[in-house]
Nanobody, 118 residues
Framework: QVQVVESGGGLVQPGGSQRLSCVAS??????????MGWYRQAPGKQRELVAT???????NYADSVKGRFTISRDNAKNMVYLQMNSLKPEDTAVYYC??????????WGQGTQVTVSS
């Protein structure tokens, strides 16, 4: 069974930084084939895209995080990271890692809470 596990959440002050990590284990097919993504869901809101990184390394970001967040991946370790800088209270959410090859091979982690507050 494929597992996607996030780590690195917690409480951070506005303007601070946080790094999230995600590891995908027992993945079917090569990890490098998967598009990896970070999504988030704030209370009372729908889950939204934060950033994605393809196996080639090409990235995509939500407008709200451009210039502040950086997504990266290490295919040798089956890991993806989200470096978050200049955090704002509106970044508070549960952050989810996603591994997607296609409709049939699409996996989610359980999420990690990030709270930005003084």
């Amino acid at each position: 069974q494929v597992q996607v596990v996030e780590s690195g959440g917690g409480l951070v002050q506005p303007g601070g930084s946080q790094r999230l990590s995600c590891v995908a284990s027992r993945i079917i097919f090569s990890f490098s084939l998967y598009t990896m993504g970070w999504y988030r869901q704030a209370p009372g809101k729908q889950r939204e895209l934060v950033a994605t990184v393809a196996g080639s390394g090409s990235t995509n970001y939500a407008d709200s995080v451009k210039g502040r967040f950086t997504i990266s991946r290490d295919n040798a370790k089956n890991m993806v990271y989200l470096q978050m800088n200049s955090l704002k209270p509106e970044d508070t959410a549960v952050y989810y890692c996603n591994a997607r090859l296609n409709y049939d091979y699409n996996y989610w982690g359980q999420g990690t809470q990030v709270t930005v507050s003084s």
